[in-house]
């Protein structure tokens, strides 16, 4: 029995390791944030397994019954929609969970969004506050302000619906002057990386709306 924990391509298929498509036409099964991505994935991969829906919504209901399947001695792979599992995805839940049961737990090196980003803003990385996706209401102007004050390299997640949002509250909070790095669509086609003050970006987009499409990593230079 052992849970796989293995990272997906966070877009380009081509960053999937040979370990990894080793290891998921092994496991028994697949837990899958959503088992309509993961299931083409497969088909790309010419893999076919048991998908198990394991989610934001239903992880706490669902760690007990793949427990269950672990202790019966199956092998589970745990994915997401892209990226390393556990990294502001679902995760950490069924680890803890496997930890406390004396379940091995082995997890792959992979592809995850916010490492190309934060290497190629020419920003510090040597110690770095990862901060994911702020909260969306409560607690968020308290983050702001944490982040305003922080002398190293803050990371910061983001949706294209919030992004301009996000980028407005920079703009407030860290004022016009502080240097960004916006990356969008890593390892895809159209990958960009826009690069400027808190305002410079700003307007960019909204000069540019056609460009406020797909995940986005938001690179902040400390204090």
Not at 53 to 73: F, P, R, S, T, Y
Not at 195 to 218: I, S
Request: include cysteine.
């Amino acid at each position: 029995m052992k849970l796989y924990i293995v990272p997906t391509p966070i877009g380009n298929l081509e960053d999937i390791t040979l370990r990894a498509i080793r290891i998921l036409g092994e496991v028994d099964g697949i837990l899958a944030e959503d088992t309509r991505n993961t299931g083409q994935l497969l088909k790309h991969l010419n893999i076919n397994k048991p998908l198990f829906a394991h989610h934001a919504h239903n992880e706490h209901a669902g760690v007990a019954g793949v427990i269950k399947m672990l202790l019966a001695g199956k092998s589970m792979a745990l994915v997401s929609d892209a990226g390393t599992p556990g990294i502001s995805d679902p995760g950490f839940l069924l680890v803890k969970a496997c930890v406390e049961q004396g379940i091995e737990v082995e997890t792959l090196p992979g592809a995850t969004a916010f490492v190309p980003a934060l290497v190629n803003s020419g920003f510090p990385c040597d110690r770095f506050i990862f901060e994911g996706f702020l909260p969306h209401k409560k607690g968020r102007q308290t983050r702001w302000k944490f982040i305003a004050e922080e002398d190293k390299t803050v990371v910061l997640y983001e949706s294209p619906h919030r992004i301009v949002k996000t980028l407005e509250q920079a703009v407030e909070f860290l004022g016009e002057s502080r240097q960004v790095m916006l990356a969008r669509e890593l390892s895809k086609m159209h990958e960009q990386m826009i690069r400027g003050t808190t305002a410079e970006v700003l307007l960019y987009l909204n000069q540019h709306p056609d460009k406020v499409r797909g995940e986005m990593v938001l690179i902040i230079a400390g204090k």
